[in-house]
């Protein structure tokens, strides 16, 4: 089955630091979520997005809707411990026959 | 306070028995979707339902069959035909409109065959 494309599996980043993630497909999709995901726990939505360009933000995150309609990232500024997680990107074209598609997911790790 | 439950949250099952994980909503959402996660696997579907009385298959549903009699409920049973069930699974919703969706997820249920 389809799968958006997330890379690298793993990043590793100084705290205080910025990252930056992306999430790649080959199909295009009206809606755009990003999840944060703790060990042992179910995935936590962080931002939607619904437009093309669309450029949205939560506290240290901001995450951006490509013109395209196939790619999106995900921007965290000044990381902080609690940033640790998998962090996934999930497309979704809605209508009749309407399926969620997931990103492989990228392990975030902060050093303090 | 609305949401998608999950449970239990730990089960454990002996080889050769089928089990049934629980997922309930009362988000009023149409959309219904399974799916399993093994390390490294990422997200992986199992069974979707986009309404009330039916569903489709996922990627991987071998082994799985699923049910979609109330639209808050969709359980998922894991057969004996299921070679390796041992993974924790994810139940999330959607709504059905065409705008501003948002898809949310239960706790999650960690299966384990002893």
């Known amino acids: 089955g389809q799968q958006l494309n997330q890379s690298p599996q793993s990043m590793f980043i100084q705290e205080g630091e910025d990252v930056s993630m992306n999430c790649t497909s080959s199909s295009i999709f009206n809606t755009w979520l990003w999840y944060k995901q703790d060990p042992g726990e179910g995935p936590v939505l962080l931002i939607a997005l619904y437009k093309a360009g669309e450029l949205t933000s939560n506290g240290r995150l901001t995450a951006q809707f490509g013109i395209t309609r196939k790619d999106s990232f995900l921007n965290i500024s000044a990381s902080i411990p609690s940033d640790v997680g998998i962090y996934f990107c999930a497309g979704l074209y809605t209508g009749a026959n309407s399926k969620l598609t997931f990103g492989k997911g990228i392990t975030l790790s902060v050093r303090p | 306070d609305g949401g998608i439950t999950q449970s239990p949250k730990y089960l454990f099952r002996k080889e050769g028995q089928n089990v049934t994980l629980s997922c309930e909503q009362n988000l009023n959402h149409d959309a219904m979707y399974w799916y399993r996660q093994d390390p490294g696997q990422g997200l992986r579907l199992i069974y979707y339902?986009?309404?009330?009385?039916?569903?489709q298959k996922g990627d991987i549903a071998e082994g799985y069959s699923v049910s979609r009699e109330k639209k808050e409920s969709f359980p998922l049973t894991v057969t004996s035909a299921q070679k390796n069930p041992t993974a924790f699974y994810l139940c999330a919703s959607t709504s059905r409109g065409y705008m501003n969706t948002e898809a949310f997820f239960g706790q999650g249920t960690r299966l384990t065959v002893v």
């Open positions: 339902s986009q309404i009330v009385n039916d569903f």
